[in-house]
Every structure is written in structure tokens, then in C-alpha cells.
């Protein structure tokens, strides 16, 4: 069986190489064998000159001529993929390979096909002190889309903004995707809900960066969420 990871990259030359290294030598679970694909959603800066020294046969890279949005350049690389099971990883080093196998382990188990990595269930909110909040209002944002997911569609997440969600392929064949920004994780979250199909939740490590460490998401990514799962639940 074979797992695809699928890594959306735009500007990133601080971190592309350090994380595709982890995700290479990252070891799975017996019978599984991993494929990585890369999309440069169109890099600017040394992020596309790095990705040629590890382009090869285990990881495999492809470009937007222009920068397109984190949706698109997933779906470009869902429509590369052969695993059965794809998982989707950002480019920064905010979350950890290493959990993979915990991520795994509900699918191969058969109990789900679909996980989420979630990043909040314990995770405090602080406004001061040395171990504060980076980027409360992020924090407050995340739990706010995650409760209007839970009302809109009956779900009981606690984290449907995490950039760890791992899947069958199956489940994806049949689902369109729309979004071409960060509007993918409400959209691809409320079809799956919409299906009917359970998101079983693991717990992970994450990392969070601040602007000036080169986070992209805005608040105006957060309206976009808000319409994407009003949309899809009283429009599409």
C-alpha cells in the first residue's frame, strides 16, 4: 500500500529543505511505501532552485507558473497521486512527520477513512506571560470555525483548520474541490461531513510560527472559511 504526501510550497526556501529531509526519512508502518509530491505554487524566491537538488524518483516536483493558492496546489497534487491513502503536509516546519504513524494508525486499523491531526484539544490560550499564545486571535479564529463547522454539520471536531488531514483516495474520487486558497480545509471538511463520513481526530505536536517567521494566512482567509461552509451546507 502506498501513501502519498502531498506538499503545497510557496516561498519557503527557509524551511522546503529541512522538511522534505524529514518527510524522506520518515519511516511508515509495515506494507506501507510513501510518495511525495511537491507543488511549487509559484515560488519567487530560492524555494525552486532548492526543490531541483531533491527533484528524483521518491520525490517528485511540479510548478504553478504563478502563485495559484494553498487549494490549488493541492488539487494539482491530488490529481498526481497513485497511493491509496494521501495526507496532506505544509511546507514550514510547523508540524511533525514523525506524526504520521499515529495518523495512520485509525485508517489501517479500518476504523475511519478520514483522520484529522488535531492541534487543540489542550492546547491553552494565553495573552502574556513566557509561555503565551503565539497569535491568539489565530487561536480564537480556529475555535470559532470549528464550532460553526460542529453547528452547521453535526460534527464534534475540535480542530477542522489543521493542515493535517489524511485520506482514502476513494473518499476523494468522489469529491470536487473547488478552493484555490485556504478556504480548502472548510471546503474539503464540509463535503466530507456532508457524505456522511466520519473524521476521527489524533492528537499532534505543532509548532506555530509568527508573520514574521512567514505566515501567510489572514483574517480575510477566515471570511472566506466562514462563506465556504455556509455555502456548502445552505447553497451547493
Known amino acids: 500500500m502506498k501513501l502519498s504526501i502531498i506538499i503545497p510550497v510557496y516561498n ?37 532552485n ?6 528524483n524518483k521518491m520525490i517528485k516536483v ?31 516546519l510547523e508540524y511533525d512527520p514523525q506524526d ?9 486499523k479500518d476504523q475511519t477513512q478520514v483522520v484529522y491531526g488535531t492541534r487543540l484539544i489542550n492546547y491553552p490560550l ?24 460542529n453547528i452547521l454539520y453535526g460534527s464534534n471536531l475540535s480542530d ?5 488531514k489524511l485520506f482514502r483516495k476513494k473518499v476523494l474520487e468522489n469529491i470536487v474541490v473547488n478552493s484555490r486558497k485556504f478556504d480548502f480545509e472548510a471546503e474539503i471538511t ?7 463520513i466520519k473524521i476521527v481526530e489524533v492528537p499532534i505536536k505543532c509548532k506555530p510560527r509568527t508573520y514574521n517567521e512567514g505566515k501567510k494566512i489572514s483574517w480575510k482567509d477566515g ?13 451547493d
Open 223 to 235: 471570511v472566506s472559511a466562514i462563506w465556504t461552509l455556509f455555502r456548502y451546507r445552505l447553497i
Open 160 to 164: 477542522m483548520e489543521t493542515g493535517y
Open 190 to 196: 464540509a463535503k466530507i461531513l456532508r457524505q456522511g
Open 12 to 48: 519557503e526556501e527557509k524551511t522546503i529543505g529541512e522538511l522534505l529531509q524529514k518527510v524522506n526519512n520518515q519511516k511508515l508502518p509495515k506494507g506501507l511505501i510513501k510518495e511525495i509530491i511537491v507543488v511549487d505554487d509559484g515560488s519567487s524566491d530560492l524555494t525552486q
Open 62 to 92: 511540479f510548478r504553478h507558473k504563478e502563485n495559484l493558492g494553498k487549494g490549488a496546489a493541492i488539487r494539482t497534487g491530488l490529481e498526481k497521486v497513485s497511493g491509496e491513502i494521501c495526507i496532506i503536509q505544509d511546507a514550514d
Open 100 to 108: 504520521y504513524q499515529r495518523l495512520l494508525d485509525p485508517i489501517l
Open 126 to 149: 494565553k495573552f502574556w506571560g513566557q509561555e503565551k499564545t503565539v497569535l491568539p486571535l489565530h487561536l480564537i479564529a480556529n475555535r470559532f470555525l470549528t464550532l460553526l463547522t
Open 50 to 55: 532548492i526543490l531541483k537538488g531533491y527533484k
